[in-house]
């Protein structure tokens, strides 16, 4: 299994970013919330794409922000191959847009179990879809 998140995996589309926010399924799992949205499938893309949102309303440093986002990063690079098969199983292609919701940090651990957790609820919900 490809356990790289590399460029292919970004997404980057300003009208598929707003899509998300107006047709898109909110998902909570706290700290975490996921809104995600079926996009049409293109060969060239991954499986999904994806953005991280650390609020500067909650951080107000930046380094607090990137440090955030890197270990969701991670933690969804290391669980990703979970939804990476059901949706190339169905055929599927989605565009997930994480929102980091705690007002404070959390431990690596924490968050990684969480993001499990999110992935598993995000990829039983894909499969209703």
Same mark, same amino acid.
């Given at each position: 299994?490809?356990?790289?998140?590399?460029?292919?995996?970004?997404?980057?589309?300003?009208?598929?970013?707003?899509?998300?926010?107006?047709?898109?399924?909110?998902?909570?799992?706290?700290?975490?919330?996921?809104?995600?949205?079926?996009?049409?499938?293109?060969?060239?893309?991954?499986?999904?794409?994806?953005?991280?949102?650390?609020?500067?309303?909650?951080?107000?440093?930046?380094?607090?922000?990137?440090?955030?986002?890197?270990?969701?990063? %991670?933690?969804?690079? #290391?669980?990703?191959?979970? @939804? =990476?098969? /059901?949706?190339?199983?169905?055929? !599927? &292609? *989605?565009?997930?847009?994480?929102?980091?919701? %705690?007002?404070?940090? #959390?431990?690596?651990?924490? @968050? =990684?179990? /969480?993001?499990?957790?999110?992935? !598993? &609820? *995000?990829?039983?919900?894909?499969?209703?879809?």
């Amino acid at each position: 299994m490809n356990v790289e998140l590399n460029k292919k995996y970004k997404l980057c589309s300003h009208t598929i970013i707003k899509a998300i926010f107006e047709e898109g399924k909110t998902i909570k799992q706290y700290p975490l919330r996921s809104i995600a949205l079926a996009i049409e499938p293109d060969s060239t893309k991954a499986a999904f794409q994806l953005v991280i949102s650390v609020p500067k309303r909650n951080f107000k440093k930046a380094h607090d922000r990137n440090r955030i986002r890197r270990q969701l990063k %991670e933690a969804f690079r #290391l669980n990703k191959g979970i @939804l =990476e098969e /059901k949706l190339i199983e169905q055929k !599927q &292609q *989605i565009a997930l847009f994480l929102v980091y919701t %705690e007002r404070t940090q #959390l431990e690596y651990k924490v @968050l =990684e179990s /969480k993001m499990k957790k999110l992935i !598993q &609820q *995000i990829t039983i919900e894909q499969g209703h879809a």
